[in-house]
């Protein structure tokens, strides 16, 4: 089946407001190496989708650094591969009125370029915030065996376990796997199925779609393009049954970290034979273990050096942890510096953080410590 991605950069920026400030969602980096735009475009690279298209809105750079050409997903190609689409909604109005696009539905008003023009049989659309390995392959055959006007990806989820903290897109769905109604709230009890914001439509539907958007006025793409429409035409779910996290807040990307530090997080979202998550490669040294150096149970990038101990912690590249120093349950991005005797506890640093001899910072599972980029302690 040919198919063609749409993956959206910035929906959810606000979410994560500590780690969006200077990037976008897509480029939040996660699991000791990877950013997570990562996850969606291995998603789409496994299930042999070549042609993408990421849409923009905002604080972008990194995002557009992290890509390149594509060629570390192998999208570096003359025909299909990776495209950068700018954020401005300028597709139906006049120059003098473009805007940046204020909702899922505007985004992809703003794309319609790509989706005339990509000359695929199907559209994959996907979030970000999604952190799974995803067979989109399987999806798309359910979709087509269906008939559905649109199949959305959905995981069933417990409300007692999971614990939510913010409202989600939830799917009540009938024997047959139909859905027949679509809500957004907070999950309290009971089983749910959670929408993950990855969606399969044939490319003609959705080009109908966007036109009958344009010419009524609408303005979201759940309230109008899907609940508008529950009631006259087949939307289905397609049950995941992997490992799966939503990002969507800051606590959120601590407890999906530190789950990933359990063997089975991490063979559930990197052990699928064949469904490789891709990210770009950078030519490192390796992680050097001074002398009384201790480790355990943690993810440590190349170019780390450790003189101190690291428990249960996510360290990126170019992590220093100084002697006498202990780092336990916390996440430190690229380049952050852990000078002598500090003690962490439930701490997140940013890029290029710097924490001063001495120092002892705790935050919580709840409410982790938070110290921003380039910000020194």
């Not at 890509?67 to 950068?84: M, N, V």
């Not at 899922?104 to 023009?117: K, M, P, S, V």
């Not at 359910?142 to 614990?163: E, I, N, P």
């Not at 001899?357 to 410590?369: A, I, K, N, Q, W």
Request: proline residues 2%.
């Amino acid at each position: 089946m040919n198919a063609a991605g749409l993956v959206f950069s910035n929906i959810h920026d606000r979410t994560v407001p500590e780690l969006t400030r200077i990037r976008t969602m897509a480029s939040i980096p996660f699991g000791c190496r990877y950013r997570l735009i990562d996850f969606a475009l291995s998603n789409l690279v496994n299930s042999d989708v070549t042609n993408v298209g990421v849409i923009t809105h905002y604080n972008y750079q990194s995002l557009m650094d992290h890509i390149g050409g594509g060629k570390d997903w192998d999208l570096a190609r003359r025909s299909g591969g990776i495209k950068i689409l700018p954020p401005y909604v300028a597709a139906y109005e006049n120059a003098a009125a473009a805007r940046l696009y204020a909702s899922r539905l505007e985004a992809l008003l703003g794309a319609q370029n790509f989706i005339n023009r990509c000359n695929a049989d199907y559209i994959i659309l996907s979030d970000c915030d999604a952190v799974l390995n995803i067979d989109l392959n399987d999806v798309m055959r359910a979709h087509v065996q269906t008939g559905a006007y649109l199949t959305l990806v959905t995981k069933r989820m417990s409300a007692a376990d999971h614990k939510f903290t913010r409202e989600r897109d939830i799917a009540t769905l009938d024997e047959n796997g139909r859905i027949t109604e679509m809500a957004r709230y907070l999950p309290r009890e009971g089983e749910v199925d959670v929408s993950t914001n990855i969606m399969v439509i044939r490319r003609t539907d959705l080009q109908a779609a966007l036109s009958e958007a344009l010419a009524r006025g609408y303005g979201s793409f759940h309230r109008d393009i899907i609940g508008r429409n529950l009631g006259r035409k087949l939307f289905c779910a397609y049950r995941y049954n992997g490992w799966y996290s939503q990002i969507d807040s800051l606590e959120t990307y601590f407890s999906a970290s530190m789950e990933l530090l359990t063997p089975e997080a991490r063979q559930g979202l990197f052990g699928g034979e064949g469904r490789e998550i891709y990210t770009k490669i950078r030519n490192s040294a390796p992680t050097k273990y001074a002398e009384g150096a201790a480790v355990r149970n943690s993810l440590i990038a190349d170019g780390c050096v450790i003189e101190g101990t690291v428990d249960n912690s996510v360290l990126f590249r170019g992590v220093r942890v100084g002697r006498g120093t202990v780092v336990r349950n916390s996440i430190l991005l690229q380049d952050t510096l852990v000078e002598t005797d500090v003690d962490l506890h439930c701490v997140i640093t940013d890029k290029n953080a710097v924490i001063r001899d001495g120092r002892v910072l705790s935050g919580h599972e709840t409410m982790p410590f938070f110290i921003g980029k380039g910000i020194t302690v």
